[in-house]
């Protein structure tokens, strides 16, 4: 909650005012307030409040002669005049010394309102930490780390009691969603379209039924946590909610807020997989769709499913390995949906078997200045979304002869070459800039900042954070990829 603190000559003004205002709802408390400028001038120097209103005509100190003592002693805080006069000259007198409003008497509630809601979004942007620290002190996890989250939700005016936890809001788009208009939430950008909302469980609810009545486009790519998390779930409860916003690639028919799937046990909805012949596997994996619509599946079934295809046919002897996919974002843009994915598994494995004709994969001569065009391509899109099956389609090459030009020119693989070009720049980036770490995550390539974190930790030896202090510490160049 942020303070206010009231200055009127009048106790009768201030008992008004207080009484008008829905002080809580907007995210303030009144802590205090004063029927004259030298009383207020001690008082505020005592609460040292975010926001006061000050009536501009006052015996002894007027409002704007508060207002420079106030500056004068380095008291920062929104001021905002209220008076009887609408006098133009004194309001604009006010505006020119620095004052953040100015409302008449008698006190409009929705214009007092409408200014608290600005001061709080000014306030919010000035003391709340920037994204990336919030976003290291999730994937932190330390009991030091929760209690100063604790303090961020409380400096954005949520609280959690025992009762009423928090929920966390997970949404899948290019925009965050104006929600913190309608109730008090934390937004934290952690990837390329994707924002977490954390928020008390009430408002959650609230916000839940007025979802309820919007059509299914505007559902989609949105998703909830459990209900009743405090900070040290916050990790585990973003993977939950990012499960249920992926319920438009999963074609679930019922779009539910609670996890509906029966089994995160891979080997039992998939045990089938591994037995009998091809046609059985296919008709196994058009069983396996029927469960995705159902919602007994979610997209993180899917991607194991399609991994273990992946893994099938590398078991058959075609070479397969970079065609591997490693997040939801990556599945999400190689595919439409669950159903293009099973097409795309039963293409391979029809092709496996020689039921459709593709392109000889084995390496030929003279193929180097296409290499070489694909490689630029590479070094200056790497930002971007790459996967070995678009370059299949953009370079009108089958996969399996990118991957073996990758080991033929590079004596590396195609994902160890992009994973380099990816980190390298990162760690530019943190040793030569002050950028926040989540948006150079974006910029290299990675949509999503936790797995970017743990990439980076793979290769540098050292998370993100870690690594940007040392350089700084040690300002020396890290060894290359």
């Not at 159902?294 to 992946?310: V, W």
């Given at each position: 909650m942020y303070k206010v603190f009231l200055v009127d000559d009048e106790e009768l003004v201030i008992k008004s005012l207080k009484a008008t205002v829905d002080w809580k709802g907007s995210g303030y408390e009144v802590a205090g307030y004063a029927l004259s400028g030298e009383e207020a001038v001690e008082a505020v120097k005592r609460i040292r409040p975010d926001v006061i209103f000050s009536d501009i005509r006052m015996p002894g100190m007027n409002g704007l002669e508060l207002k420079k003592r106030l500056d004068d002693a380095g008291v920062s805080a929104k001021f905002l005049i209220v008076s009887g006069l609408a006098e133009f000259a004194l309001a604009q007198k006010a505006i020119q010394n620095g004052i953040s409003g100015y409302c008449l008497k008698p006190f409009d509630e929705m214009e007092i309102t409408g200014?608290?809601?600005?001061?709080?979004?000014?306030l919010d942007a000035y003391r709340l930490l920037p994204e990336g620290e919030i976003l290291d002190l999730i994937e932190a996890g330390t009991p030091e780390a929760h209690s100063r989250l604790r303090d961020e939700l409380a400096l954005a005016g949520i609280a959690g009691s025992e009762k009423d936890g928090l929920r966390i809001m997970l949404s899948v788009r290019r925009d965050r969603l104006p929600i913190h208009e309608k109730i008090p939430c934390l937004t934290v950008r952690i990837g390329y379209r994707k924002f977490i909302y954390v928020?008390?469980?009430?408002?959650?609810d609230e916000l839940m039924a007025s979802f309820d009545s919007e059509d299914r486009q505007f559902l989609k790519g949105i998703g909830f946590s459990k209900r009743g998390i405090d900070p040290a779930g916050f990790a585990q409860a973003i993977q939950n909610a990012e499960l249920q916003a992926?319920?438009?690639f999963t074609l679930a028919e019922i779009f539910t807020w609670e996890e509906s799937w029966q089994t995160n046990d891979m080997k039992s909805a998939?045990?089938?997989l591994a037995e009998g012949?091809?046609?059985a596997f296919i008709a196994q994996l058009d069983s396996l769709q029927a469960m995705f619509r159902s919602g007994h599946l979610n997209i993180r079934h899917?991607?194991?499913l399609y991994n273990d295809c992946i893994s099938q046919l590398s078991r058959k002897g075609r070479e397969s390995d970079e065609l591997y996919l490693y997040s939801f974002e990556q599945l999400a843009e190689q595919f439409e949906d669950v159903q293009d994915m099973i097409d795309d598994l039963k293409r391979l494995f029809q092709e496996e078997k020689g039921q459709i004709d593709h392109q000889q994969v084995s390496v030929q001569p003279g193929r180097s200045s296409t290499f070489s065009v694909m490689l630029e391509y590479i070094n200056e899109h790497f930002g971007e979304d790459i996967t070995i099956l678009g370059l299949s389609k953009q370079f009108n090459l089958n996969p399996n002869y990118i991957s073996q030009l990758f080991r033929k020119e590079l004596d590396k693989t195609f994902t160890e070459y992009l994973t380099g070009l990816r980190i390298n720049r990162a760690s530019e980036l943190l040793r030569t800039t002050s950028i926040p770490i989540n948006e150079i995550a974006d910029h290299v390539g990675y949509k999503d900042y936790f797995y970017f974190s743990k990439m980076f930790k793979k290769i540098m030896g050292v998370p993100p954070r870690g690594y940007r202090y040392d350089q700084n510490q040690n300002n020396s160049?890290?060894?290359p990829f």
């Amino acid at each position: 909650m942020y303070k206010v603190f009231l200055v009127d000559d009048e106790e009768l003004v201030i008992k008004s005012l207080k009484a008008t205002v829905d002080w809580k709802g907007s995210g303030y408390e009144v802590a205090g307030y004063a029927l004259s400028g030298e009383e207020a001038v001690e008082a505020v120097k005592r609460i040292r409040p975010d926001v006061i209103f000050s009536d501009i005509r006052m015996p002894g100190m007027n409002g704007l002669e508060l207002k420079k003592r106030l500056d004068d002693a380095g008291v920062s805080a929104k001021f905002l005049i209220v008076s009887g006069l609408a006098e133009f000259a004194l309001a604009q007198k006010a505006i020119q010394n620095g004052i953040s409003g100015y409302c008449l008497k008698p006190f409009d509630e929705m214009e007092i309102t409408g200014y608290l809601r600005k001061f709080k979004r000014e306030l919010d942007a000035y003391r709340l930490l920037p994204e990336g620290e919030i976003l290291d002190l999730i994937e932190a996890g330390t009991p030091e780390a929760h209690s100063r989250l604790r303090d961020e939700l409380a400096l954005a005016g949520i609280a959690g009691s025992e009762k009423d936890g928090l929920r966390i809001m997970l949404s899948v788009r290019r925009d965050r969603l104006p929600i913190h208009e309608k109730i008090p939430c934390l937004t934290v950008r952690i990837g390329y379209r994707k924002f977490i909302y954390v928020m008390a469980d009430r408002d959650a609810d609230e916000l839940m039924a007025s979802f309820d009545s919007e059509d299914r486009q505007f559902l989609k790519g949105i998703g909830f946590s459990k209900r009743g998390i405090d900070p040290a779930g916050f990790a585990q409860a973003i993977q939950n909610a990012e499960l249920q916003a992926y319920q438009y690639f999963t074609l679930a028919e019922i779009f539910t807020w609670e996890e509906s799937w029966q089994t995160n046990d891979m080997k039992s909805a998939f045990a089938m997989l591994a037995e009998g012949d091809d046609q059985a596997f296919i008709a196994q994996l058009d069983s396996l769709q029927a469960m995705f619509r159902s919602g007994h599946l979610n997209i993180r079934h899917a991607l194991l499913l399609y991994n273990d295809c992946i893994s099938q046919l590398s078991r058959k002897g075609r070479e397969s390995d970079e065609l591997y996919l490693y997040s939801f974002e990556q599945l999400a843009e190689q595919f439409e949906d669950v159903q293009d994915m099973i097409d795309d598994l039963k293409r391979l494995f029809q092709e496996e078997k020689g039921q459709i004709d593709h392109q000889q994969v084995s390496v030929q001569p003279g193929r180097s200045s296409t290499f070489s065009v694909m490689l630029e391509y590479i070094n200056e899109h790497f930002g971007e979304d790459i996967t070995i099956l678009g370059l299949s389609k953009q370079f009108n090459l089958n996969p399996n002869y990118i991957s073996q030009l990758f080991r033929k020119e590079l004596d590396k693989t195609f994902t160890e070459y992009l994973t380099g070009l990816r980190i390298n720049r990162a760690s530019e980036l943190l040793r030569t800039t002050s950028i926040p770490i989540n948006e150079i995550a974006d910029h290299v390539g990675y949509k999503d900042y936790f797995y970017f974190s743990k990439m980076f930790k793979k290769i540098m030896g050292v998370p993100p954070r870690g690594y940007r202090y040392d350089q700084n510490q040690n300002n020396s160049n890290p060894a290359p990829f």
